[in-house]
Each structure stands twice: as structure tokens, then as C-alpha cells.
């Protein structure tokens, strides 16, 4: 849907205009089927507990949002695209690491990953591609440690994902880059069954797969979700809440000089939920007729649930167009909500809070060195935000 | 008031912990776990919403 030229941080207008007259709207999608449309968070919430709506991706009426997103719902296929029990069942193989206490654990190394990547940039050019220096590293630093993969190889696994959160890729493109860090990852859990080391893949494969519990394929398409789906997002919300700010700059000078931990962690989540960088909407399958206002979706009908619009329904935020990095912006759902609610979102909050703790507080002269009207904009991906950030200080 | 949760189903996305510290709490594996099973009257407001929010309906509050 195309987005409002005016203003690149907010919905397209189309979304809000029916979310007032239709919340619950038929849409035709990519691929020629139709699919129901809902933009108000209240009936985005009682959907996405429902047991009755579903999120296998093999079920004929799933709604794909692309066919990269169609090819990985096939053949790359996890508890992200499956129901209980067994979304549940291999969902708790891997909670622990994510749990708050551990991820809290890790802030200092967080810290350690953030001061290390902007000394860098200190002592390098400038102006400087933050996107590339900065907003890609920190998640995927960050993700490799935990999870036991070599940064080393960020290339190759930063390339492969970006074929598959595109939009515009081909099957057979999609395959390929899936089939590529299929076996990559497979090789990883051999390694770390024969020699494991302190990190999840260690664990999954000491705990699950060694057990008959997992099979390594199975271990393997699971690593290679946790590899992907933790960069793309907390890198956009990096690199776009980072523009966000700087073209509020009272907010950001605020935000600059907090000491409260707290009014970080809010801005943070206020900054989750204006961004709602997940574009592509939360899909899922009616399994049953389901009754909502004065629609009724059947079974079968495929839903798409636009977050994006949700968290700026003024049903559910006051004056939600409004950036305010003092609201309550608590019940936002950027991460999702019911079962497949975001595993990784204690660890997105710890890195997102370090980073907007620490980098403008570092560089407190940080600005954009082009204007905003030549940023790149990702408005090919299921995923937003922009493509390149040069800054300067 | 009364609080059950059921660790079987839970989901470990931390939503209570962060909603009621001094209530839930997670184990190593990440999984809830009770601190306290009837905490006082101040908190009843953050329990509703920690049931509220918790998105694998973990969480049982018992109102009497
Ligand atoms: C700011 C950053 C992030 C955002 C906005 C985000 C958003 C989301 C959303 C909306 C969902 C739900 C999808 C659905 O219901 O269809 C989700 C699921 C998921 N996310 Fe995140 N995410 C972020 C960071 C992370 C990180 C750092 C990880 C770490 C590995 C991660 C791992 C996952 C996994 C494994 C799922 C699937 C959970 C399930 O199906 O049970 N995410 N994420
Ligand atoms: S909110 Fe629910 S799923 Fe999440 S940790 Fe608490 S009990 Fe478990």
C-alpha cells in the first residue's frame, strides 16, 4: 500500500481511513486472493488469542506476504509457522536464553558491543553510513554470541536474509538463500554436538538433538529463525527510531540528558510502537467462523493483522499520531500478540535501550548528512525502515 | 489476590515479570514462576494486566 509522501514515519492513510469505516475490510492480495484486513488494535487482540485463528503457513488459506515469506513458510518451515501443541513444544526448547534475568545479564556486554562500534566510528570518516557501522552490528553482534555463531561470517548470513525479508525476491531465489543458510546451519549444530560450548546451539543440540527429541534439520531451520528474525527488525529500529529522533530533536535532547533508566525503557517502548516497523502485517487462517463486530469471517479466510495501524488506533492512544516519548505506551503490540508473541523481545528492548542510552549521549552533535527527502526508504520490504542513514557530527 | 500459574504452558515471554516484579519471576529455563501466590491489595491492578497481557494464558487470578 502506498505510503503517504508527507510523512515517511507513519501508515499509509489508506489504513487509517478504515480503520474508521471498515475495520474488518476484504483486500485483495500479491497474489490474487483476497484476505481480511484489520486495523483496530482491540480486534487485532482478541484475534490473535483466539484459538480458533491460525498460523500454520501450510494451510491452504494462509495468506503469504510475499513469495520469499511463502517459499520459508514451506521449506523453512518452524514453531513461528505452526499451531499448539507443537509451536508450543519447540517454542520452550529455546526460552531460556531469552528469559529477563539472563538477558539482563548480558547488558554489559550489550554496553561493551555498543561503545566498541561507535569508538569505531570516532575514529573513522565521517560522514559515516550508520546503518552499516552501526544499526546491522549491534543485533547481529549480539545474536551471534548468544546464539554461537561466528560474527566472522556476517556476509554471507546478512545477504541470505535480505533475500528472504524482500518483497520483490523470486522463489527460486528464496529457496537458494534458505537452502544456503540451511546447511550452514546444520554444520554449526554438528560442530557444537561433537565439541559444545556455553551458547544455545550448544544447548539445543546437547539438550534436543542428541536426545532424539529434535532432529538436527529440525535444530537447523530453528537457528536459522533466531539467526534472522533478531537483525532485520531490531537493526530498523535502530536506524529509523534513530532518524525519528533527529527530526524531533526536543525529544531527542530529553531523551539526551535522562538519567532515569526508566525514561529510556519508555522511550524505547513509545518508540516500538510509533515505528511498528513490522509492515507486512501479522497473518494468520480462520480454522472456524468467527464472529467480530458485525462481520464474520469464515473459516478458511485468510486475516492480516495491520500492527502498524493498531498501534495509532486512537481507540487504544491518545493523540497516537503524536511521537511522546513520555506516554504510556505500554500496551503497543510491535512485538505481536498471543502465542507467537515475539520470543526475542527481552533481548530487543536491553539492546535498543543501550543503544538510544548510549549513542546520542556519546555523539550529542549527531546529525543526518543528506536531507531527509534522499533517505532511502524500505518500502519494498516486510520489514521497514531505510536502506542507508549517512550521519555526520 | 490468588494467583495459579500453569508453567506447562507458558511461553516465557517475560510479559508478567516485567508487568508484576515482585510477583512472577522466570527459572533458568525461562519458564514462570510464583514469588508470591497472594499478594496485597496494591498489586491487583498490575495482576489483571499481567493476566491480561500474558499470551499464553498462563496466568489464573482469583478474584474472591
Ligand atoms: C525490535 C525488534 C523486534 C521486533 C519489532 C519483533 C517483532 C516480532 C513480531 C511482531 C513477532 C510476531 C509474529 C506473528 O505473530 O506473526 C515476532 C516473533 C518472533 N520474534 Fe521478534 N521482533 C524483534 C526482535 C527479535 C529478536 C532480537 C529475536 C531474537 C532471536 C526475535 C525472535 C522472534 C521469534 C523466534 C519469533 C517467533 C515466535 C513464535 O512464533 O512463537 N525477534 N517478532
Ligand atoms: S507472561 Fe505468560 S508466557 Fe510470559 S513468562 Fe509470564 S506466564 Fe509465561
Same mark, same amino acid.
Given at each position: 500500500?502506498?505510503?503517504?509522501? *508527507? ?51 501450510? +494451510? ?6 510475499? *513469495? ?25 526448547? *529455546? ?35 550508520? *546503518? ?11 545474536? &551471534? ?10 556476509? !554471507? ?15 527460486? =531465489? ?42 538436527? +534439520? ?25 532518524? %525519528? ?42 480454522? =472456524? ?9 469464515? =473459516? ?16 487504544? !492512544? ?15 503490540? =510491535?512485538?505481536? !500478540?498471543?502465542?507467537?508473541? &515475539? ?14 542510552? %548510549? ?35 | ?64
Amino acid at each position: 500500500m502506498a505510503r503517504a509522501p *508527507v510523512c515517511p514515519f507513519s501508515p499509509p492513510p489508506a489504513l487509517r481511513g478504515l480503520q474508521a469505516q471498515a475495520p474488518l475490510a476484504k483486500v485483495r492480495l500479491w497474489d490474487g486472493r483476497t484476505a481480511w484486513l484489520v486495523t483496530r488494535q482491540a480486534d487485532q487482540r482478541a484475534l490473535l488469542g483466539d484459538p480458533r485463528i491460525s498460523r500454520d503457513t501450510e +494451510r491452504p488459506g494462509y495468506p503469504h506476504a510475499s *513469495v520469499a515469506a511463502r517459499e520459508r513458510g514451506t521449506v523453512g518451515r518452524t514453531f513461528i509457522g505452526m499451531d499448539d501443541p507443537e509451536h508450543t513444544r519447540l517454542r520452550r526448547m *529455546v526460552t531460556g536464553r531469552f528469559a529477563i534475568k539472563r538477558v539482563e545479564a548480558q547488558r554489559p556486554a550489550i554496553q561493551r558491543i555498543v561503545d566498541g562500534l561507535i569508538d569505531r566510528m570516532l575514529a573513522g570518516p565521517k560522514p559515516v553510513d550508520l *546503518v552499516q557501522a552501526f544499526a546491522l552490528p549491534v543485533p547481529s553482534l549480539v545474536i &551471534c554470541e548468544l546464539l554461537g555463531v561466528p560474527y566472522a561470517d556476517h556476509d !554471507f548470513f546478512q545477504a541470505n536474509s535480505r533475500v528472504l525479508v524482500n518483497r520483490e525476491s523470486s522463489a527460486e =531465489a528464496a529457496r537458494e538463500a534458505n537452502g544456503k543458510l540451511l546447511v550452514y546451519l546444520d554444520r554449526l549444530i554438528a560442530e557444537k554436538l561433537a565439541d559444545p560450548a556455553d551458547d544455545l546451539l550448544s544447548e539445543l543440540a546437547t539438550g534436543h538433538v542428541k536426545t532424539g527429541e529434535l532432529s538436527r +534439520r529440525e535444530a537447523a531451520v530453528m537457528g536459522v529463525l533466531l539467526l534472522l528474525a533478531g537483525h532485520e527488525t531490531t537493526a530498523n529500529m535502530i536506524a529509523l527510531g534513530t532518524l %525519528t529522533l533527529l527530526e524531533h530533536p526536543d525529544q531527542l535532547a530529553a531523551l539526551r540528558d535522562a538519567d532515569d533508566p526508566k525514561l529510556i525503557a519508555g522511550a524505547v517502548e513509545e518508540l516500538l510502537r510509533y515505528l511498528s516497523i513490522i509492515h507486512s502485517g501479522l497473518r494468520r487462517v480462520a480454522l =472456524a467462523d468467527i464472529e467480530i463486530g458485525q462481520q464474520t469471517i469464515r =473459516a478458511g479466510d485468510g486475516v492480516v493483522m495491520a500492527i502498524d495501524a493498531g498501534n495509532r488506533d486512537e481507540q487504544a !492512544f491518545a493523540d497516537p499520531e503524536r511521537l511522546d516519548l513520555q506516554r504510556d505506551a505500554g500496551g503497543h503490540m =510491535a512485538f505481536g !500478540f498471543g502465542v507467537h508473541q &515475539c520470543l526475542g523481545q527481552p533481548l530487543a528492548r536491553v539492546e535498543l535501550q543501550v543503544v538510544y542510552g %548510549t549513542l546520542y549521549r556519546r555523539i550529542p552533535s549527531l546529525r543526518l548528512a543528506t536531507d531527509l527527502e534522499h533517505v532511502p526508504f524500505k518500502h519494498d520490504g516486510a520489514i521497514y525502515g531505510v536502506y542507508e542513514l549517512p550521519v555526520t557530527w | 489476590m490468588q494467583v495459579v500459574v500453569d508453567k506447562d504452558v507458558c511461553l516465557g515471554a517475560g510479559n508478567c515479570v516485567r508487568t508484576a516484579p515482585d510477583v512472577f519471576d522466570q527459572d533458568e529455563e525461562g519458564f514462570v514462576e510464583l514469588l508470591d501466590d497472594n499478594p496485597p491489595s496494591e498489586l491487583d491492578e498490575d495482576l489483571l494486566l499481567a493476566r491480561r497481557l500474558c499470551p499464553a494464558r498462563a496466568i489464573t487470578v482469583n478474584e474472591a
